[in-house]
């Protein structure tokens, strides 16, 4: 019996025995988690139960015992339940709410998501099955299943999956909503002020810069769309979309789009477009930010990062601007925009 299953046996039984001492459950499904949360259960204390109303309290000392089953489980794959058939998943709290936990002060962050990532290996020339399987202590059975395969036939060249391992995504709590709000309010404002358009542009242009700088950290992920990885182009679409501007999808299709803009006259708020070194395409889109700065998504960081127009992988890679704010205050346009 491999160790790891043992743990999970000693875990059950402890919680087992502590079932007539509270309703508190655990359980080792890999799903979504707060990890500071569950932090704290595992490391600071371990001795708070999430009640049915979902605040936390202290539990008995006979229950104190669950502490030593907590430190048996990874924190990240825990979740706590009050019975056996209803679960708390830890991402349906309120992130960036306070929890009420009797003598702490402790707010929720941040999310983390465990993913399961194929693990890879080529095949080389000698390679069969059963060697690859031994190297990677597993079974051809499960090779076979893993790739689809109807036999142990294989050959250079071919990528087999030979394992999944989870990797840990976090991402930095971001509130939507509120963003939604903030821009109503901003709207609402400039129409009560009466401000000009060039004040008002402005206005905008801040606002987008302090919009799209709450999404540092968040993780890339090639063709993503949500907070749980997203790319360079749908990271700009997203931000602009609460404006209400609607860009097209990809960063070769945003580079038609809006007004060439000169590299010394860029505003925040202007998308700048790189191309990969030997092609002419555009590969890739940021924000411009001020001061030769831009924030983007980046697949070289693998996070939303901001980077300098200035560093020389940028520098060379240049491939021009746009503003789009002007689809919303056309009359700043210049005649030469026109």
Same mark, same amino acid.
């Given at each position: 019996?491999? #160790?790891?299953?043992?743990?999970?046996?000693?875990?059950?039984?402890?919680?087992?025995?502590?079932?007539?001492?509270?309703?508190?459950?655990?359980?080792?499904?890999? @799903?979504?988690?707060?990890?500071?949360?569950?932090?704290?259960? *595992?490391?600071?204390? =371990?001795?708070?139960?999430?009640?049915?109303?979902?605040? +936390?309290?202290?539990?008995?000392?006979?229950?104190?015992?669950?502490?030593?089953?907590?430190?048996?489980?990874? #924190?990240?794959?825990?979740?706590?339940?009050?019975?056996?058939?209803?679960?708390?998943?830890?991402? &349906?709290?309120?992130?960036?709410?306070?929890? @009420? +936990?009797?003598?702490?002060?402790?707010?929720?962050?941040?999310?983390?998501?465990?993913?399961?990532?194929?693990?890879?290996?080529?095949?080389? &020339?000698?390679?069969?099955? /059963? /060697?690859?399987?031994?190297?990677?202590? *597993?079974?051809?059975?499960?090779?076979?299943?893993?790739?689809?395969?109807? &036999? $142990?036939?294989?050959?250079? =060249?071919?990528?087999?999956?030979?394992?999944?391992?989870?990797?840990?995504?976090?991402?930095?709590?971001?509130?939507?909503?509120?963003?939604?709000?903030?821009?109503?309010?901003?709207?609402?404002?400039?129409?009560?002020?009466?401000?000009?358009?060039?004040? !008002?542009?402005?206005?905008?242009?801040?606002?987008?810069?302090?919009?799209?700088?709450?999404?540092?950290?968040?993780?890339?992920?090639?063709? =993503?769309?949500?907070? %749980?990885?997203?790319?360079?182009?749908?990271?700009?679409?997203? +931000? %602009?979309?609460?404006?209400?501007?609607?860009?097209?999808? !990809?960063?070769?299709?945003?580079?038609?789009? =809006?007004?060439? *803009?000169?590299?010394?006259?860029?505003?925040?708020? $202007?998308?700048?477009?790189?191309?990969?070194?030997?092609?002419?395409?555009?590969?890739?889109?940021?924000?411009?930010?001020?001061?030769?700065?831009?924030?983007?998504?980046?697949?070289?960081?693998?996070?939303?990062?901001?980077?300098?127009? *200035?560093?020389?992988?940028?520098?060379?890679? #240049?491939?021009?601007?746009?503003?789009?704010?002007?689809?919303?205050?056309?009359?700043?346009?210049?005649?030469?925009?026109?």
């Amino acid at each position: 019996m491999k #160790y790891q299953d043992k743990q999970k046996i000693l875990y059950v039984l402890v919680c087992l025995c502590l079932l007539p001492a509270g309703n508190l459950w655990a359980t080792f499904e890999s @799903n979504d988690g707060l990890k500071n949360f569950a932090d704290v259960l *595992t490391s600071r204390s =371990g001795i708070f139960r999430l009640e049915n109303s979902g605040n +936390i309290t202290l539990l008995t000392e006979k229950e104190n015992l669950l502490r030593n089953s907590l430190s048996l489980v990874n #924190y990240r794959t825990q979740h706590l339940m009050s019975s056996p058939s209803k679960a708390y998943p830890m991402l &349906s709290m309120s992130a960036g709410s306070s929890l @009420n +936990i009797p003598g702490k002060s402790f707010s929720v962050t941040g999310q983390t998501k465990i993913m399961k990532i194929n693990v890879y290996h080529k095949v080389k &020339s000698g390679d069969n099955l /059963y /060697y690859i399987a031994k190297k990677f202590r *597993t079974s051809e059975k499960r090779l076979m299943k893993l790739n689809g395969l109807k &036999s $142990d036939l294989i050959r250079p =060249g071919q990528r087999l999956i030979v394992g999944i391992r989870e990797k840990v995504i976090e991402i930095p709590y971001i509130d939507e909503n509120q963003i939604k709000a903030e821009i109503a309010s901003l709207k609402e404002n400039l129409i009560a002020e009466l401000e000009s358009p060039v004040e !008002t542009s402005q206005a905008v242009e801040q606002k987008v810069v302090e919009i799209s700088l709450k999404y540092l950290g968040l993780p890339y992920k090639y063709g =993503g769309e949500t907070l %749980w990885g997203i790319d360079c182009s749908a990271f700009v679409r997203r +931000i %602009w979309g609460f404006f209400g501007l609607e860009l097209p999808r !990809t960063s070769g299709e945003q580079f038609r789009v =809006g007004q060439k *803009t000169d590299k010394n006259n860029l505003k925040p708020g $202007d998308l700048v477009f790189f191309h990969q070194q030997g092609r002419k395409s555009v590969s890739h889109v940021g924000m411009y930010i001020g001061d030769s700065k831009f924030v983007h998504a980046s697949g070289i960081d693998n996070k939303v990062t901001i980077s300098d127009l *200035t560093q020389d992988y940028y520098r060379r890679c #240049y491939k021009g601007a746009r503003r789009v704010i002007n689809f919303m205050f056309p009359e700043l346009m210049t005649s030469t925009e026109r």
